[in-house]
C-alpha cells in the first residue's frame, strides 16, 4: 500500500519544464520575425530579431545538449550546467522586452489606436520568457545547487 501511495502521488506531480522546452520556439519565434522584418524593409528589426533569435536557439540547444549528456550520468546528474544559459537567455528576454515595449508605445495606426502586432505580441511574449527564465533561476530546485535536493526530494 505505501509503494502505491508513493506511485501515485509521483504521478500527480507536474513533469519538469526545462529552460530549453521554451528557449528553442521562443528564439526560433524571434529568427522568422527578425526574417519577416527584413523582408518588410526594417533592416535594423531583422538584424536586431535575427541575431537574437540564432542566439537563444544557440543557447537552448546548447542547453538540450548537456542537460541530455548528464541526465543519464549519475555523477552529473546534479551538476546544473544550465544555470549560465537562463541567466544569458533572461537577459536578453529583457532587452527583448523593453525594446519591443518601447516600439509598441511608438506604434499608432491611422485611427489612433496601437496595433498589437508584432510588437505588442513580442513584447508579451518575451514579457512570459523573462518571468518564466526568473522562476526557473529562483523556485525551480532543479538549476543552481538545490537540484541534489529537488531530486531526493521527489524520489
Not at 14 to 30: I, N, S
Not at 33 to 46: D, F, H, R
Request: charged fraction near 20%; proline fraction near 3%.
Amino acid at each position: 500500500r505505501r509503494h502505491a501511495a508513493a506511485r501515485r502521488k509521483k504521478r500527480s506531480q507536474p513533469a519538469a519544464m526545462y529552460d530549453f522546452c521554451l528557449t528553442l520556439p521562443y528564439g526560433a519565434m524571434l529568427l522568422v520575425g527578425g526574417a519577416m522584418g527584413l523582408t518588410a524593409g526594417s533592416v535594423t528589426s531583422g538584424l536586431v530579431g535575427g541575431g537574437v533569435g540564432l542566439a537563444q536557439l544557440a543557447l537552448g540547444y546548447s542547453s538540450y545538449s548537456e542537460w541530455a549528456e548528464n541526465s543519464n550520468n549519475a555523477q552529473k546528474r546534479f551538476r546544473s550546467p544550465t544555470y549560465a544559459y537562463v541567466v544569458v537567455s533572461m537577459v536578453l528576454s529583457l532587452i527583448v522586452t523593453a525594446l519591443m515595449a518601447e516600439r509598441y508605445v511608438e506604434t499608432v495606426d491611422e485611427n489612433g489606436d496601437r496595433k498589437f502586432f508584432p510588437a505588442g505580441f513580442v513584447t508579451a511574449v518575451s514579457a512570459f520568457m523573462t518571468i518564466f527564465y526568473l522562476y526557473r533561476l529562483l523556485f525551480s530546485g532543479e538549476v543552481g545547487s538545490s537540484a541534489e535536493r529537488a531530486y531526493k526530494r521527489n524520489d
